[in-house]
Each structure stands twice: as C-alpha cells, then as structure tokens.
C-alpha cells in the first residue's frame, strides 16, 4: 500500500438534540463533513429510550440509504465520519461506540489523539476490563462506566480528566446529548441551533465539528464549544460546566492551513480568511518574478488565490483534478511514468507552455508527489518553476489526531530546504514563515495556536511516544 504524500485529519462529529428527523440531519452533517473522512461512518439514535446505531465501512452517502435511515428513527443523534490510517481501516473501530453499562446506554464519538491511551488501557486491562476494538475512544468509554460518580455528567467529567491529548466529543444517553472539549482545545466543536417550527415545542441544538455542516441542515452557529467545557443537552434546556481547570489554549493550526472547509467558522475565525491571508503573507516573504499562480487542487487553491492577489500576478487553474478518481483503477500494463499523479491531476498545456510558474500548495510530505508535479509542469512546456508552500516545514509528526507520517519519511526533517528543491526538481523553493502562519491565522489574545508538527515542541507530555505510531490508527 502506498503511503499518501498528504496529511489526513481523522475524523468528524455531528450530534443532534430534539428533532423528529435527528438521523437525517445526522446524515446530511455527516456529509458536509465527509471531507474530514472517508473510510467508514456510523450514527446512534434514541427515541428517548432506546438507543439504534448503524456503521459501515465507505461514504455517507453509500452507508446511509433511505431504508437504513427509516431503521433509525429518532429525536436525538450522533454521527462520526472517520478517516482511518494504514493497518486499521476496519468496522471494529468505525463509531460512534455504543455500550451498555451501569450508567445506561452510552454513546460516543470522537475527534483527536489521547496520549496516554496505551498506559490507560493496560492499567483497565489489568483490572479486567476488556476492550473490543484498538481505537482510544474505548479507553474513555471504560473510564465512563468505572468511575465511582454516581450521575453520567459527573462520571463523564471524572473520566475526562484521567486523560491527556486532544478530544473533541459528542455523546449520548437515550435521553440526553453531551458535547465536550480538551482543555487546550487541539480539534474545533461548535454548537448551532435550528429554530423551532410549527408543531415543535422548543429549538434543535446540534454540534458539529465544522460549521459548513450548520449551512446544510439551516442551523445558526451559536458559539464554540470552549477548551474543557461539558455542555449537556437535555428536555430542561442546555447546561455547562467545566470539567477541568484551565489549560494553555493551543487549537490546531493546521485546520485553518489544510483540513478544515473554507466556507467554515473553526476556533471562531473564517477559514477563507486565513487561507487567502497565507497565500498573501507568502507573497510578500517569498515573491519572485514569474507569469502564473497555479495553485495544486484543491489543497492549494484558496492560498494561491491570496499570492495572486497580493503579487498582481495571474491566477491561473493550469492543473485540472479529476474528481471521480476511485479507490480502485485498471493501470496499463506498460507502465505510464507518473501514472497515480496523472490519473488525478493534468496539466494544461496551453497556459503553462513558455510560462514562469508560481506553484503554490499548503505542504510538502515526503516530497515524492510535489516533485511528480513539478516534473509534469514542465512537461507541459513551462519555462521555470517557483514552488511555494503556504506554511513552514514539517519537521515533527502530530500526536494530536493528525494522520502525521514518522520523521523518516517527513521529507523536511532530513533535509534542508535546498535539498528539498533539489529533490522535487524546482528552479526555487520557498516556505511561508512560522511567525507568518501565525499572523496569517489570527494568533493572539483570542486564540492560540499548536505548531508542534512545525517546531517539535509538544504543548503535553506524549506520555506514551514510545508506543504512538503516528501512521497508525487512532481516530
């Protein structure tokens, strides 16, 4: 299996409280979220006293048909859409999780990386506890269910602070919804509202990972979930406290640089925003003479669109992506040089022949499909080509829910920055600065950003580094 030359957020959340069709604003939440995974979803419902789930393996839109979802009928939901890395990708860890327990039926679902999971697991394990898949979830549905609190918000709180890393949850009772975030807030949650309509008693709270999710289903967004809040969703209304004192904020950048939609709110900033403002901080720290921006679809589009504007220099779409690229192809027994680039990207020649190129992407992995790129921009007849990376080097991989590759094969962490040109085969290569990407980003007294995957400094002890894989399955 090839390794992806692409970094991978691993999952999404939606819940839904008090609507007649909870599963189907589950469903189509799940899908203004598919972008955050595409391995296997799943949704829990309740009627206020039975809990129905259904998961599989694919899409949303695969999983979920008009006869599954009649089987889920229901007035409050969750959903999760995961993306899983190498070596798990298997229903046993698709979620959300729904147990049975002395507390009741609980179900949960989650964004982010626990730390400590592995320690957590073989202390649950030597007191008997036995666990049913290998994702980290499980390790916080256990806590759950052992805690000595004698109510399911208290025995939630007391769970959530047995563990350190990055978890953004929603959960649900037969009768009640949970949201909750870490206590430096690593993965976005934000809460919105549909109003009520005829024939309803009260307003429709949800929560999703990304407020894109909101625009699909009519809610309005009502504010973030904050770092190390319990909000609880019941028939008497919405309720929060907070579980654990107060920790460093440190929200993931990367969601703003790659993951998250552009026409999302995420930690309260318009990613639209930070993204054109990268592509222009990039300009003024590493302009250079040139014809065309070209940005690589879709991940470098909106930061080219910045470079051009700020630059003066025309945006061009010179690499067109073919999006009906499936899992699986039929590859020509003569081998095609650049064949898995091509069967997704293709340049177009009439604007890129004897052009300067600005190539513009929001990062550079293993460097293996950057410099297939740049090799088929001149191909197609460019004269010169000026790589420009809308945030710094990737030098440390990501404990915190991202799907990071080891720091063997992050291509920055061994090479410097004209190796790395050298490598990929541009005329020039440049990388937007940290100091940038932060000011880009909007860091300051509203927010704070990790940058850890850029600096190798962890805002937590990784308590269990020798044992986390970061290519392999967590969320």
């Known amino acids: 299996m090839q390794i992806p030359d692409k970094f991978h957020d691993e999952c999404g959340v939606v819940a839904i409280f008090g609507h007649p069709e909870a599963e189907k604003l589950a469903y189509l939440g799940l899908h203004a979220l598919q972008h955050r995974g595409q391995e296997s979803a799943g949704i829990v419902t309740s009627d206020g006293l039975t809990a129905r789930a259904h998961k599989a393996m694919g899409s949303v839109a695969d999983i979920f048909t008009e006869e599954v979802l009649s089987k889920l009928g229901g007035t409050i939901a969750i959903g999760h859409t995961r993306y899983s890395t190498a070596g798990d990708s298997a229903l046993l860890n698709a979620q959300p999780i729904l147990v049975q327990s002395n507390k009741g039926a609980i179900a949960v679902a989650h964004n982010g990386n626990l730390v400590n999971a592995t320690t957590v697991r073989a202390r649950l394990e030597s007191q008997g506890s036995i666990f049913q898949t290998n994702s980290d979830t499980e390790v916080i549905v256990h806590l ?65 990972s990304e407020t894109c999710a909101f625009d699909l289903i009519g809610a309005e967004y009502v504010r973030d979930v904050k770092p190390g809040e319990l909000i609880i969703v019941s028939a008497e209304g919405v309720s929060s406290r907070f579980y654990s004192t107060a920790a460093p904020q440190s929200s993931c950048i990367f969601e703003h640089v790659y993951f998250s939609r552009p026409d999302s709110l995420v930690f309260g900033r318009p990613v639209q925003t930070s993204r054109e403002e990268l592509g222009r901080q990039l300009a003024r720290e590493a302009g250079v003479e040139a014809d065309l921006v070209v940005p690589v679809p879709d991940s470098g589009v909106t930061a080219a669109v910045g470079y051009a504007a700020e630059s003066g220099i025309p945006f061009r779409f010179a690499l067109i992506r073919n999006h009906y690229v499936g899992r699986t192809f039929i590859e020509p027994s003569q081998k095609v040089r650049d064949f898995g680039v091509r069967l997704k990207l293709n340049p177009v020649r009439s604007l890129l022949e004897g052009k300067r190129v600005v190539l513009i992407d929001d990062s550079i992995v293993r460097g293996t499909t950057s410099r297939k790129i740049v090799r088929m921009i001149r191909n197609a007849g460019a004269k010169e080509v000026h790589m420009r990376i809308s945030c710094p080097p990737t030098i440390s991989p990501c404990y915190y829910g991202v799907d990071t590759p080891s720091r063997k094969q992050l291509i920055a962490a061994n090479k410097s920055v004209e190796e790395i040109r050298e490598y990929i085969g541009a005329d020039s290569l440049a990388y937007l600065s940290l100091e940038g990407l932060k000011r880009a980003c909007g860091e300051g007294e509203k927010i704070s950003y990790c940058s850890a995957c850029y600096t190798g400094k962890y805002p937590t002890d990784i308590v269990d580094i020798d044992e986390i894989q970061p290519a392999a399955v967590r969320r």
């Open 144 to 208: 759950i269910a052992l805690s000595k609190e004698h109510t399911l918000p208290e025995a939630m709180a007391d769970a959530l602070r047995r563990v350190e890393g990055a978890f953004s949850l929603v959960m649900m009772s037969n009768d009640r919804i949970f949201a909750v975030r870490d206590p430096r807030g690593f993965r976005p949650l934000a809460m919105g509202r549909i109003p009520a309509v005829e024939g309803q008693k009260r307003d429709t709270i949800v929560f999703a």
